[in-house]
């Protein structure tokens, strides 16, 4: 995980310091003024993509990563609305970054490194439920053949089997049994065919 973080902070970083050097490099006091807004926009950026997270990939993540991403994002949104309130307030009154503002913001950057890492070192999958025992017999087990076509349906394909257009599918009508499938909720198409 420290190797991702480094990855993706380096990344990130180049990319954020290629946009902010033209607009601070001739000016250090303006580099210095645009760096807690820089860091009011980092933040909200994460705490926007934990929600997103939470809410867009609700159904495939485990149950308790679903909470550990909202309590990070909880943090994040306040993070960033500390951030946010700091910056307008010394911009505002054009005020300088005194001990107390610059040790706030070091304070709430470290803490939110901190709820990134420990959102995902803390998290314990729950343990999977004992196995079921099986009903049928290990030799006795029928041969399941399951056929999707996307976008088909009975409705399209029964008749075509019937007549003779389809021959593979007749067969396996004819030799076995058939009945209709039912999507999952949410109807992604991707997720639903990766399960199947």
């Given at each position: 995980m420290l190797r991702g973080v480094l990855v993706y902070g380096s990344l990130v970083g180049i990319v954020g310091l290629l946009l902010h050097l033209?607009?601070?490099?001739?000016?250090?006091?303006?580099?210095?003024?645009?760096?807690?807004?820089g860091l009011t926009a980092t933040l909200a950026a994460a705490a926007l993509l934990d929600w997103t997270h939470a809410s867009f990939y609700a159904y495939y993540l485990p149950p308790g990563i679903n909470e550990r991403l909202i309590k990070t994002a909880l943090w994040l949104s306040l993070?960033?609305?500390?951030?946010?309130?700091?910056?307008l307030l010394h911009t505002l009154h054009r005020?300088?970054?005194?001990?107390?503002?610059?040790?706030?913001?070091?304070?709430v950057t470290l803490l939110s490194v901190y709820a990134m890492v420990e959102r995902r070192e803390a998290f314990?999958?729950?343990?999977r439920p004992a196995p079921r025992p099986t009903a049928v017999e290990a030799n006795q087990r029928p041969r399941l053949l399951v056929v999707g076509i996307d976008t088909a349906t009975l409705d399209?394909?029964?008749?075509?089997a019937g007549h003779g257009r389809l021959p593979f599918l007749a067969a396996a009508v004819r030799g076995g049994a058939?009945?209709?499938l039912e999507s999952i909720s949410p109807p992604r198409r991707e997720a639903l065919w990766t399960t199947l």
């Open positions: 033209p607009f601070t490099s001739r000016s250090p006091r303006r580099a210095r003024r645009a760096l807690p807004w993070g960033a609305l500390i951030a946010f309130y700091t910056a005020r300088r970054y005194g001990v107390r503002s610059r040790s706030l913001l070091t304070l314990q999958p729950r343990p399209v394909l029964l008749p075509l058939y009945g209709r």
